[in-house]
């Protein structure tokens, strides 16, 4: 049953940090400090997993939305969000895209393998199924909140309420 395991691991189930608990309760003030010797926020990393969220989300809805000329382009450039609201509105469309990769994952069959048209030359040198798309979005995901976590840790705000391991 892939399609069970990727939605488990949409939320970070098994040997991975849950999802939503990682963001869902970072206060303002955390979401947006730096670390020494990382490049981004919290509120930057969950930002740019809601671009390229979204970006795929559009894709597997057979829209072409334009392709990033660059990196930078899907961070936002600024560390902190600029009010609590919007560090909260980024919350939940976090949430909210996560709950919309969820019902795709779970749509079937017939569904989850329709191909995915590219939006940049690298796309035909891969999978691209609505799967494939799924599950590389999935690993971005996990690997940014690899991040938050640690990021979390090294701000004395670990655990999540939602739990997490203490190492």
Sequence with gaps: ??????????YGRGAHANTRACVEDVPFDVAGRLADGFPHSIWQLVSHMNFWMAYELKRIGKQQPPYPTHASDSWPTHAQPVSNRDWQQAVGRFCALLAELEQLAGSGTDTLVQEVSPTHPDHTKHASTVTAVLWQTLVHNSYHTGQIAMLRRVFGAWPPEGGGDTW
């Design 1 to 10: 049953m892939p399609e069970r395991a990727l939605i488990e691991l949409l």
